[in-house]
């Protein structure tokens, strides 16, 4: 049924009542057309696919393997500080994983942590910064220094 216009319109390119034959409704009731949908959906049957046998697998897992079944709850912790993670706890950082980096945390450990700010003048430091100054550690002397800062003379 997929083709069946095309291929239609292909067979009948030079006929000139082709308008008249593409419209069912001009020459069958609105019935019949009912009836023969009725047919049709009463027929269908949804397609079943071996995988198995596709992809040539032939070992089949037991039903109780418990490689597959839920965790429980109770023995999931937290991958910061271990504490014991309730199931709503767990599916947040399910949902969450991009954000939270793919660990299961506790609601504690999920909280930002304040940034930390320049060795020099106190300021909050990007994230992009920081990295900077632990790249170049050895011209800053260790120090975290906001981008003011930076050019600076280091203190002896």
Request: with cysteine; proline share 7%; charged share 25%.
């Amino acid at each position: 049924m997929d083709m069946f216009r095309k291929e239609f319109l292909k067979q009948n390119e030079a006929g000139g009542a082709l308008e008249t034959l593409m419209s069912p409704s001009k020459f069958v009731a609105l019935e019949t057309i009912t009836q023969i949908g009725q047919a049709l959906i009463a027929e269908h049957q949804p397609a079943t696919f071996n995988f198995a046998g596709k992809f040539e697998i032939t070992a089949s897992l037991p039903a109780d393997d418990s490689r597959f079944a839920p965790p429980d709850p109770a023995e999931v912790k937290c991958d910061t500080c271990a504490a014991a993670l309730e199931a709503k706890v767990i599916s947040y950082c399910r949902l969450n994983a991009k954000k939270l980096g793919g660990k299961l945390l506790c609601q504690a450990c999920q909280k930002p942590r304040p940034t930390p700010g320049c060795d020099g003048c106190g300021v909050e430091l990007e994230s992009k910064v920081i990295a900077f100054c632990r790249f170049n550690s050895q011209r800053f002397g260790g120090r975290k220094l906001c981008r003011s800062c930076q050019g600076a003379p280091v203190p002896a």
